[in-house]
DNA sequence: ATGAGTCACTATCATTATGCAAGTGACTTA
DNA sequence: TAAGTCACTTGCATAATGATAGTGACTCAT
């Protein structure tokens, strides 16, 4: 569908958009932070055709989110495990999966999120880090003059790829992204 | 993409991307959030397409995040503004939207969150709303049986409406849904 | 050591979604 | 009366997707 570029834009959420916005995508990061690993554990978990996942997989590693990690020498066989970039993509992935179990599943049994390691279960919501308030007014995103940082954290494992990562993919043969 | 139903998928990243899983949409939302209403004024913010605006407005309003509201009869002008459903998506606009400036902008400038009405500065971050604490491990979902809900707080507005909402609207004119 | 099976893909092709350009109807404003 | 404005719709070329089948490099049981 040659998507708008999109990748000049100057909004967080596009930017955003760009890397997991295709379809597959955050379906595939589920299951990665589930901890699938392989080619055919995403695919017998997703129900998707080979080709599409080649181009998600292929996708997800481009835009810095998995990384390919060989397994197996001869014949080469790669896993696909979440960058820092990936990991830190679980906030979005947590109020997702608590937005679609608060309104979607009306039909009597309901679906809660427990922790892994706890049991616990767990209500996600999202505050502010300082205040620990609520977000729930407007907010918009403006954008600072780099000196004025002050209380600033740029995580690492990040900095973007190169955009319309999509297209190089299909002509570009395998194997030449190592791990 | 004749898009994998997904529908009957027990999973709520899924039925959530369900509604807003679309290209365009989350974008929609965005803007809307930003409180922009008419169709006009998502076409300039977006460059989108008409033919495509025209679906996910109407996608958006069948899945029930969107809602149309009347401003001028003769002709009938329709605003589009969010139901409870869709305001309640704001936790995941907050996330993708920082997770977007933490690693999209290494080009000096920085993009922060700002409370529109405070002024002040946000950091959003995902924690349990019982404990208060961060959620970083591992998490998975678990169906409940109905009668287990103790802490339950199934929000209002909400309820499915019913699946496989895009192949409907290309085949029905406008109009028909109504305020 | 032959044949079946596994794994991670790639190729091909029909189907579907998208973007673009242009057009429409019902007004409003100059 | 003519020129907008607004929210669309139509048609068509093009790009992305899904289904099915096939491939290469092994492993493993017989």
Redesign the pocket.
């Known amino acids: ?4 570029s999109l990748a000049s834009v100057n909004c967080p959420v596009a930017r955003s958009l760009e890397r997991v916005g ?3 995508s955050i379906l595939i990061l589920r299951d990665a932070f589930k901890g699938l690993k ?3 554990e995403f695919q017998n978990s997703l129900g ?5 996942l ?2 998600r ?1 292929n996708a997800l590693t481009d835009a810095g989110l998995l990384r390919r990690q060989i397994y197996n020498e ?2 080469p ?2 896993e696909y495990v979440l960058t820092p970039l990936g990991q830190d993509f679980r906030p979005v992935l947590l109020t997702l999966m608590a937005w679609g179990n608060r309104h979607f599943f009306p039909e009597g049994k309901r679906i809660v999120l427990v922790d892994l390691n706890s049991g616990a279960e767990v209500d996600p919501i999202v505050v502010d880090r300082m205040s620990g308030r609520l977000i729930d007014a407007a907010i918009k995103s403006v954008s600072v003059a780099p000196s004025r940082i002050s209380k600033g954290k740029m995580s690492a494992g990040s900095v973007a790829r190169t955009k319309s990562v ?2 190089k993919i299909r002509r570009r ?2 194997g030449q992204r190592e791990t």
Do not use: C, G, V
């Not at 569908?1 to 708008?4: G, V, W």
């Not at 998707?48 to 599409?52: K, L, Y």
């Open positions: 569908m040659q998507h708008k295709e379809w597959w392989r080619f055919d998707i055709a080979p080709t599409m080649t181009r997989l001869r014949p066989r790669y999509e297209n043969s395998a």
